[in-house]
């Protein structure tokens, strides 16, 4: 059998997780129109008949190192760099960004394979940019292989999990063959509810929060979960509560109803919005605030 991690990595944006969940067959990592949704590496599990990949799903890469979120995501994508067999470097489009020139020094340092996935070619309407483009890329560098996929409609997954597979060391499972990921049920509570904010909120409200889990608990039948929003400023709270708390029961409801589904039990959910001045541009509060790595 073959086994092995495979890192992906990327700019924001271009499809990371959705390519994951895809892969996986199950939503593991959250997903949303926003740039910078993904804010920890998360592995994905998959075991065939052939073998296990193990997937890591990185937030994206992106020049800006000013804040220290920004930092924290560019460090947990790089991190995931290192120790991997295989890297699938995704962009959204037949085209190299100036910002992908970036992304590619660090990938061409960590010297293991490299495929070059273009993603969202179901946008594409003139599907003839597609061969002169990976003619270019193959001159630049020399990739394990170039696959032009669409992570949301699942086209030509198979032929990158073929690829992929075939660049894995021979090995047993690493993990236990029925086992889908590497973090608890907490974490995916917490992210869960994370990813219906920023589905809902507009602006620039959802990169000033995060989601914190107080209480966790399986009582019988029931799963009762508290969580904080934590925001930066007065202003992001009242708009994250909304008029008479209307934003906040939407959210609350849509995340209880995806926790029921992934839990398979009733859960009572309880949300609580509380400021944190700065959280997002500080070290020390990104830390107690689970930005690990
Ligand atoms: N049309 C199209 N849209 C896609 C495809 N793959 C992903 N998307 C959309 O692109 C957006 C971003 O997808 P994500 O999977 O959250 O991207 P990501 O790379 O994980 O993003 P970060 O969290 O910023 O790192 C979502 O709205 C997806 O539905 C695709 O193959 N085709």
């Not at 895809?22 to 959250?30: A, D, N, P, R």
């Not at 799903?57 to 220290?68: I, Y």
């Not at 947990?76 to 960004?97: E, G, K, T």
Request: charged share 30%; proline share 5%.
């Amino acid at each position: 059998m073959k086994a092995g991690f495979v890192a992906l990595v990327g700019r924001p944006n271009v499809g990371k997780s959705t390519l994951l969940n895809y892969l996986i067959g199950q939503k593991i990592s959250i997903t949303s129109r926003r740039p910078q949704t993904t804010r920890h590496r998360i592995r994905g599990i998959k075991t065939t008949p052939e073998g296990q990949i193990v997937f890591v799903d990185t937030p994206g890469m992106h020049v800006s190192q000013k804040r220290a979120m920004n930092r924290y995501l560019n460090r947990a994508a790089a991190s995931a760099l290192v120790d991997v067999d295989v890297i699938v470097w995704l962009i959204d489009r037949p085209a190299w960004l100036p910002e992908d020139e970036w992304i590619f020094e660090r990938i061409k340092s960590a010297g293991v394979p490299v495929i070059l996935a273009i993603n969202k070619v179901d946008r594409l309407e003139e599907k003839s940019v597609l061969l002169p483009f990976l003619e270019q890329a193959a001159a630049r560098y020399a990739f394990a292989d170039l696959v032009p996929v669409s992570a949301l409609k699942g086209v030509n997954l198979d032929v990158l999990e073929k690829k992929i597979l075939e660049l894995l060391p021979e090995g047993d499972p690493i993990y236990p063959e029925d086992q889908i990921t590497d973090k608890p049920e907490r974490f995916f509570a917490a992210e869960i509810i994370r990813e219906k904010l920023f589905r809902t909120l507009s602006e620039e409200v959802p990169h000033a929060l995060t989601v914190e889990i107080e209480q966790f608990k399986v009582e019988g039948g029931l799963t009762r979960i508290n969580a904080v929003i934590w925001v930066e400023r007065e202003g992001q709270k009242v708009i994250v509560i909304g008029r008479n708390g209307a934003v906040l029961k939407k959210v609350g409801e849509r995340a209880r109803r995806e926790l029921e589904r992934m839990l398979e039990c009733k859960v009572y959910l309880e949300l609580w919005v509380k400021v944190r001045k700065g959280w997002s541009d500080d070290e020390r509060a990104l830390h107690s605030l689970g930005y690990v790595e």
